[in-house]
């Protein structure tokens, strides 16, 4: 069985950073990407950042361009996403998900939220 926790979610001001890490397992194939979407308040998820552990490209929505980074975690099946330059609008709960091929498998979220 398909298993994803994300965690490191808390409450930051504006500028600062959060660091969340993402933990897979169940699974046993490797052409697979770990991603990581928000979602706010009103309004449906949206991609953040994704990144392929096949080759470790990453991708990034545009509003998060150069402020986060998406890395491969120190254990295997991780995933961290280092959130600098925090903005309130940022504030979201955060989910972490596993794609592969056509599946898509979801974890539970961690609360992010930013004051101004």
């Known amino acids: 069985e398909v298993q994803l926790q994300a965690s490191g979610g808390g409450l930051a001001q504006a500028g600062g950073s959060l660091r969340l890490s993402c933990a897979a397992s169940g699974f046993s194939f490797d052409d697979h990407a770990i991603a990581w979407f928000h979602q706010a308040p009103g309004k449906g998820r949206e991609g953040v950042a994704c990144i392929s552990n096949l080759d470790g490209f990453t991708t990034y929505s545009n509003p998060v361009k150069g402020r986060f980074t998406i890395t491969s975690g120190r254990t295997k099946n991780t995933a961290d996403l280092q959130m600098n330059s925090l903005k309130p609008e940022d504030t979201a709960v955060y989910y972490c998900?596993?794609?592969?091929?056509?599946?898509?498998?979801w974890g539970q979220g961690t609360q992010v939220t930013v004051s101004s």
């Open positions: 998900n596993l794609v592969q091929t056509a599946r898509v498998y």
